[in-house]
């Protein structure tokens, strides 16, 4: 081992401190193992607290006939039946098992009067379903993870700490090499398994719900180590974000205000759900509302800064500020408008992947051993849209699952996997290269570049000639990156953590275009305005993405069909 890195050694490594890396920290710490959590942020600071809503598990508390077929049905005809059933059928039947968990933990859930977890509606879903806490859900949920991580002296927390690159023996994880991002101090993660949960990739684009440190990292890093990317065409837009003023334009309104009453009008005042799902209205699913704000938009209905208009005023101040306080404090401090008299400005913002790293079903493991996913990250729940409230137990399910397993992955080796510092020295070299040019390109500038390229070429509506377009653009910067320059020293340097986020994302958005190019069809959240309609062919396709003698090449995989049991959950309603 060199001595220009520190080293730390776990049993089991986990990437990322949101919900579903707490969760699987607590179950691989339950399980024996000892345990590193490392975090780009700050513990407690993760993307899961933009999850406001609630957490979706059939329990039945307010209407009795939900149960997990129910809920399984509804997933899957959310995600267009591109879902694995495998996933969704364990995901339907233990979140309910999760939330009680959590609220044995100490999770503050609203109640109903006789004192059982309250639920309310989300769009797209049977029952009333969704277990919250006012509308700072995610919040609650990390805080009550948090509590029970730091407690455990099995794990230890590595704080605003950047990882770059997976180590590998042979083909097996044997660590991760990263730096700490006060100052830029080499660090290497000797672990027998690490479990990415890493979350989604939305600083992609410009307009998004997602905070800074969204910029895929897990998903490359698990690429360049050879693992399989899936269903990476499919990215949500949120029906609502905020419009004004622009330095607030894409914040998350949450689907909370919907879920509680809120009505969606165009600038004519008109209710324009009836004319795109008259049974569901603003309670349809995420891909059906947004594609109707985009297309009032574009027929000139929109509101004056390009959205449409969400009023929950006629529910009454007192039940506005009891059931959505942060909606309430957001919009009255940062846009000067108070939500109780009256209507919010929202458009479509980028919110969520439902692709990422392919993963087993029950197990969270990837196609490279030891080496496993959970939450956003990984993909294969939500198929080609994600029901809201769905990301909250999918956290809980598969990263207990992920923890699980990953534990007893590394309980089954007899000794660490061999460390190469040869791996650690290049991507060294790849890291410090920007501060060995007298003049490059600029990361800053190549990031708006290329969330421009996103937002221009893979926005809700596409074409074949705009995804061509925008790949070549992608490609042609993929180019530049490679010549990018940066000032200064390694301490406290923002410009230098960007150039490797920047060649993370222009691989993911390489792999955005190149499976929206090739699923000729339109299916859930991938809107192709020249193959409008559903392709059953396609339909019964998953799109791969791996990374083969250093280039990106793309297959499809057969979805796994469901036994006929599972299957007559979902025709019914599907052929109604």
Known sequence: MAEWYDVHQHD?????????????????????AS?????????????????????AAALGNVDPEDNWEVHFADTMRGGQLLNDYRMVEIFAREAPERVYELEQWGGLFDRTPDGRILQRPFGAHTYRRLCHVGDRTGLDLIRTLQDRAV???????YMEVTLTRLLLDGTRIAGAFGYRREDGRFVVFRAKAVVLATGGWGKIYKVTSNSWESTGDGCAMAYEAGAELMDMEMVQFHPTGMVWPPGVRGILVTEAVRGEGGILRNAKGERFMERYDPKKMELSSRDVVARAIYQEVQSGRGTPHGGAYLDISHRGADYIKRKLPSMYEQ????ADIDITRSPMEVAPTVHYVMGGIRVEPGTGATTVPGLYAAGEVAAGLHGANRLGGNSLSDLLVFGKRAGEHAARYAQGLESFPRLDDAQAEEERRVLLRPFEAD??????QLHEELQEVMGEHAGIARTGEGLQKGLEKILALQERAERMRVGGSLLYNPGWHTCRDVRFMLHLCEAIFRSALERRESRGAHWRLDFPAQDPEWGRKNIIVVRENGRMVVRTRPVPQMPPELARLVQPAAAS
Do not use: Q
């Open 12 to 32: 089991v490594l986990i990437v990322g401190a949101g919900g579903a890396g707490l969760r699987a920290a607590i179950a691989a710490a339950d399980a024996g």
């Open 35 to 55: 345990v590193g959590v490392v975090c780009k942020s700050l513990l407690g600071k993760a993307h899961t607290v933009m999850a406001e809503g609630g957490i």
């Open 151 to 157: 407690h455990s002296p099995a794990i230890e927390v």
């Open 331 to 334: 919009f009255l401090k940062l």
């Open 439 to 444: 003049k490059g390109e600029n990361p800053y």
